[in-house]
């Protein structure tokens, strides 16, 4: 009976491990999308408030998307990457097999979604097992933005953008007030960022003022008087060419910051147009210092496998 059951563990891992294998594989080009995600890489992103323990749980495994400490060990599936890790799994398998009873697992929840504190092996066996749910002890951190449980960790990064989008607006008024719905960012914070700048710009006019002005005639002359003319020169110049994967308005916040240097350096007189060809310089030597330690790196890598094969004869 024991050598039957050690048996079917064995080819209960085996499975699970050509699973991850396969998955790898299929997403050869994009090994992100089939990589479990890090709590701490979520907790970084959506930065939540307090931690509330929650106690004893009935959780949806399919609600549980990544881990604590070991999202390298296990796919986006909880598939076992790692022959390492076959004699904790197939001893958790057994006990599945055998009916023997398991300590409940410990889990963050986070977004709507859930983070392996402990119990990793039992998630991955429970899910290959096809098992529904599982007991926990859940520690829930407070967070507003809500979370997709199929998502990647690039989708999620999305959704809270998309989250910080509708807040800023909300908050601000800011489409209604300058007619411009297409303030859009490729990485997470910018928003603040802006919220920041208009803050700024509403000080440095009531400067010259008896009487403050609102905050809604300061968020129109920061887009009219600030942003456009930014936007216009970067378009001018064709700037965003060489940015192919960042939006109109990273590409402001980058270009702000590199003429406020400039102008630190040279004096306030220094005009948008100098700075944009300043920075187009700038990006031409990065872009060619780039270009040449890849060529480098690829001429010692022949060197290298060369030398080797040479040694080998």
């Keep these: 009976m024991q050598t039957l059951v050690s048996s079917q ?22 090994p992100d999308e089939a990589a479990l995600i890090s709590f701490s890489d979520i907790k970084k992103l959506l930065k939540p408030k307090n931690e509330v323990y ?26 076992p990457k790692s022959k390492f890790l076959k004699t904790r799994w197939e001893h958790i398998d057994m006990a ?7 300590p409940p697992i410990s889990l963050y929840e986070v977004g709507g979604v859930y983070f392996v504190r402990d119990g ?32 990647t960790k690039e989708e999620m990064v999305k959704q809270v953008i998309t989250y910080e989008k509708r807040v800023f607006y909300t908050e601000t008024n800011f489409g209604d007030i300058t ?20 803050i700024f710009h509403k000080y440095y006019i009531n400067m010259d003022k ?28 064709h700037i965003m060419r060489s940015f192919k994967k960042s939006t109109k308005s990273d590409l402001y916040i980058y270009f702000i910051k590199y003429w406020d240097e400039l102008k630190q350096k040279f004096g306030n007189d220094f005009s948008l147009d100098k700075a944009a060809e300043d920075f187009k310089t700038e990006q ?3 872009t ?26």
């Design 9 to 30: 563990t064995d080819e209960d891992f085996n499975k699970a491990h050509t699973k991850a294998l396969v998955n790898e594989i299929q997403h050869i080009l994009k």
């Design 54 to 79: 929650k106690g004893m749980q009935i959780v949806p495994i399919r609600l549980i998307v990544g881990s604590e400490g070991r999202f390298q060990d296990f796919d986006n599936q909880f598939f």
């Design 96 to 102: 599945h097999i055998q009916d023997v009873p398991l």
């Design 120 to 151: 990793n092996h039992r998630v991955s066996v429970a899910k290959s097992r096809g098992v529904e749910n599982i007991d926990a002890e859940v520690v829930s951190l407070q967070s507003e933005i809500k979370l997709k449980p199929s998502s």
């Design 179 to 198: 007619d411009f719905w297409c303030l859009d960012f490729s990485t997470p914070g910018q928003y603040d960022v802006i919220y920041n700048h208009i």
């Design 210 to 237: 008896t009487e403050e002005i609102p905050f809604e005639e300061a968020v129109l002359s920061w887009f009219r008087n600030v942003y456009m003319p930014v936007i216009q020169t970067i378009d001018r110049h």
């Design 284 to 286: 031409r030597k990065h």
């Design 288 to 313: 060619l210092l780039g270009k040449l330690k890849n060529r480098l790196a690829k001429w010692h890598m022949k060197r290298q496998t060369a030398a080797e094969q040479t040694a080998q004869n």
